[in-house]
């Protein structure tokens, strides 16, 4: 088996979005190339920003659909939503709405009125994985309890929380991160990440002299978190940059289910990829 269950649907393809750049069409092809290879069942849906769906016209294939992912501010994403209602946009044919992932406020402000329009949204659309991106500031337990009350009632709702960016504010300490895995695990609810986690395990990246959270650390403490540890806990395995700790923990659960964690975006796919190899975490089938 190349992919474990552990690592299944992991990573989300982010190329187009901030720092990949990536041109949809380009994006696109490499999207086909990774769903292609050995490491396939690792790879999500496509992520495109809202603003840019127009750019992906006439280029996904209907005999061969692309799964994709809806980003950005809710007003562009309800226009797109509201053209999709009536059916698949011309020259979309063959692009299959996986997701929604919309921020619900800025840091600092009160997401509940942001989470309460997309809520709206999600009702409209009771089929569609939606995912509200929420501040690790104030506010963050009531828009947690709100979500674990829409998913209470059948919405297919998930948090997002962002792990990295330009600033190094963007970034939660291990911490702060742990306790919000912590705290969706009391509220059993899901969550998906995005930003910053470019590596496996936890490292300082030399040009911007920011520490990166690592995936697999992000893995281990969701693992821990959903045994039942406690913030400090499941926070020295955020914290961690030594690898065998992590591996050990991982190895003999690689066929179990992922707890908790749906996902998080990489604007590079092989970089993932090329890491848990490394780590003898996956490898490709024998023929």
């Known amino acids: 088996m190349s992919v474990p269950p552990l690592f299944r649907r992991m990573v989300d393809d982010a190329s187009v979005l901030p720092p990949g750049g990536s041109t949809l069409r380009h994006a696109v092809a490499d999207h086909r190339t990774h769903h292609a290879a050995w490491y396939a069942d690792m790879v999500g849906p496509l992520l495109v920003p809202a603003a840019d769906l127009d750019d992906l016209r006439g280029v996904p294939d ?40 919309v921020p619900v406020a800025k840091r600092g402000e009160d997401p509940i009125p942001g989470l309460t329009a997309l809520l709206e949204l999600a009702r409209a659309w009771p089929t569609l994985p939606v995912f509200a991106e929420i501040p690790l500031t104030w506010g963050l337990s009531s828009a947690l309890d ?33 306790a919000v895995i912590c705290a969706c695990r009391e509220r059993d609810l899901p969550f998906k990440l995005t930003s910053g986690l470019h590596h496996a395990i936890r490292h300082g990246d030399p040009d ?29 395995v955020l914290g961690g940059t030594d690898p065998v700790p992590l591996i050990e923990a991982v190895r003999p659960r690689r066929h179990e289910e992922r707890p908790m964690w749906i996902s998080f975006g990489s604007t590079s796919i092989d970089d993932p990829v090329r890491d848990l190899s490394r780590l003898s975490l996956i490898h490709p089938a024998p023929h």
């Open 62 to 101: 209907p005999a061969d659909p692309l799964a994709i992912g809806l980003v950005g501010e809710l007003p562009v994403v309800r226009a797109r939503l509201a053209k999709w209602a009536r059916g698949t946009p011309a020259g979309l044919d063959g692009a299959d709405l996986a997701q929604i992932e």
């Open 146 to 178: 709100a979500l674990t009350e829409a998913r209470a009632t059948g919405l297919r709702v998930a948090a997002k929380f962002r792990t990295g960016g330009l600033a190094a504010e963007l970034f939660p300490t291990p911490m702060e991160l742990a």
């Open 208 to 236: 911007t002299g920011l520490t990166h959270h690592g995936f697999l650390n992000v893995l281990v403490g969701a693992l821990a978190a959903a045994d039942g540890g406690e913030v400090v806990e499941v926070a020295q």
